[in-house]
T-cell receptor, first 112, second 113 residues
Framework: KQEVTQIPAALSVPEGENLVLNCSFTDSAIYNLQWFRQDPGKGLTSLLLIQSSQREQTSGRLNASLDKSSGRSTLYIAASQPGDSATYLCAVRRGNFNKFYFGSGTKLNVKP | NAGVMQNPRHLVRRRGQEARLRCSPMKGHSHVYWYRQLPEEGLKFMVYLQKENIIDESGMPKERFSAEFPKEGPSILRIQQVVRGDSAAYFC???????????FGPGTRLTVT
């Protein structure tokens, strides 16, 4: 069974800092890994999708890396802004299964 | 192209009542997934459906919960005789095919009083 863990559970940083969110998973036989953003009371917004054959993906100030062998992914946010405040969820899709396994999220607060 | 639509967005039910949650997938998507998010937790997979078929219901509680995706109309997640522990946000996602990227709806927040 796939277990997904996100550390830290919460993070508070001053505006402008670079930060790293961590995601680990127990079964390395993954199909892809996806990072989502969730604002309070809202749905999920897809940020980055990394296929199992890829090492990283970049979008603007976001960079996600994947190390399948060690069961880890990181989401790097450069020059953080108050608008980045949200909960960030990591989700892993196994092999040929269609369901995602989600971590519990990292709640980020960027202070002005 | 409208995104995944869910209604109602908020639903309040008393213990013992039935809850019906609806999900309209994106246009052209024939695969629907339901997830549940308990307070302060991540999303947990419940069920995966294609038109008129349940493909994977390994995350569905054995009793009181059922899901369907008819040939016409939205997918329905039905919870009978709700209990306080059913209070959660229920999210629907859709995709155009197997293993494609899933697009999530805004969720239905169910409160059981």
């Amino acid at each position: 069974k796939q277990e997904v863990t996100q550390i830290p559970a919460a993070l508070s940083v001053p505006e402008g800092e670079n930060l790293v969110l961590n995601c680990s998973f127990t079964d390395s036989a993954i199909y892809n890994l996806q990072w989502f953003r969730q604002d309070p009371g809202k749905g999920l917004t897809s940020l980055l999708l990394i296929q199992s054959s890829q090492r990283e993906q970049t979008s603007g100030r976001l960079n996600a890396s994947l190390d399948k062998s060690s069961g880890r992914s990181t989401l790097y946010i450069a020059a953080s802004q108050p608008g980045d405040s949200a909960t960030y969820l990591c989700a892993v899709r196994r092999g040929n299964f269609n369901k995602f396994y989600f971590g519990s999220g990292t709640k980020l607060n960027v202070k002005p | 192209n409208a995104g995944v639509m869910q209604n109602p967005r908020h639903l309040v039910r008393r213990r013992g009542q039935e809850a019906r949650l609806r999900c309209s997938p994106m246009k052209g998507h024939s695969h629907v997934y339901w997830y549940r998010q308990l307070p302060e937790e991540g999303l947990k997979f419940m069920v995966y459906l294609q038109k008129e078929n349940i493909i994977d219901e390994s995350g569905m509680p054995k009793e009181r919960f059922s899901a369907e995706f008819p040939k016409e109309g939205p997918s329905i997640l039905r919870i009978q005789q709700v209990v306080r522990g059913d209070s959660a946000a229920y999210f629907c996602a859709s995709s155009p095919g197997s293993l494609y990227e899933q697009y999530f709806g805004p969720g239905t927040r169910l409160t059981v009083t």
